[in-house]
């Protein structure tokens, strides 16, 4: 349970504002170009090592928009994934793209994304389920429905409960915890993990690592980067 993400925002945020200015206009200038180029149906880059190299532009197309908060960079990161063929799409494509998706804040592209993906290609068995149903209680909350999204969000958080009954997975619980905040307050989260410390100490180390990241507001948009994947 790493903070990666976080490290990277302050190191973003430290960064020489010049340095960051210079980063930002010549990403876009080229994302111009290549978004030119891959809209060409002359342009084959989607093939083989081209199509590698694409997703690896969108990756750095994400940290820059970290660096500049331009969103323009992540339309250019999802047009890239969008055109990214079905059959190469792995995890690590996957949960980079429900992350753009989600700053974005295309919840019904979202939640159809999710729909076409097997439950093989994400990293927890309940991981399908509860990217489905938070981009569902995202769009309640855009309507303000927020008596429909706190009924899917707590369901959610059931489901990751008895999961983490049955394995012990701590990793679970940072998902458990981040759903658990949409309708609990910090303190009673933070209560109910000094709770647990007490019950489980072999998990002391665990468990004060999970009341950090309740300090730093992880969610479930972000998980490859708290294990060190990558998104």
């Known amino acids: 349970m790493r903070n990666n993400e976080t490290m990277s925002k302050q190191s973003a945020s430290n960064t020489n504002p010049n340095i960051c200015t210079w980063c930002k206009d010549h990403i876009i200038y080229i994302a111009i170009a290549l978004i030119a180029c891959i809209s060409m149906t002359s ?28 969103t323009m960079l992540l ?25 753009v998706l989600f700053l974005l804040k295309h919840y019904s592209q979202g939640e159809e994304f999710v729909r076409s993906l097997d439950e093989n290609i994400f990293f927890k068995p309940y991981h399908k389920k509860m990217y489905l149903d938070s981009f569902r209680a995202l769009q309640y909350e855009e309507n303000g429905d927020s008596i429909k999204s706190t009924n899917i969000y707590r369901k959610t958080a059931s489901n990751i409960q008895t999961y983490f009954d049955k394995t012990e997975d701590v ?21 109910e993990i000094d709770r647990m410390i007490d019950k ?15 300090k730093i507001h992880y969610n479930p948009f972000t998980y490859l980067d708290e294990q060190s994947f990558m998104f």
């Open 43 to 70: 342009c084959n880059w989607f093939s083989g090592k081209s199509s590698d190299k694409l997703i690896s532009f969108a990756d750095s197309l994400i940290y820059g928009y970290y660096c500049s908060e331009d």
């Open 75 to 99: 339309h250019y990161a999802l047009k890239i994934y969008n055109e990214t063929d079905s059959n190469k799409i792995d995890s690590r494509i996957a949960y980079t793209k429900l992350r």
């Open 171 to 191: 990793d679970a619980l940072l998902d458990l915890y981040a759903i658990k905040r949409k309708f609990e307050t910090q303190k009673s989260i933070l209560e």
């Open 200 to 214: 489980q100490e072999n998990l002391h180390r665990e468990f004060i690592s999970l009341k950090y990241m309740q």
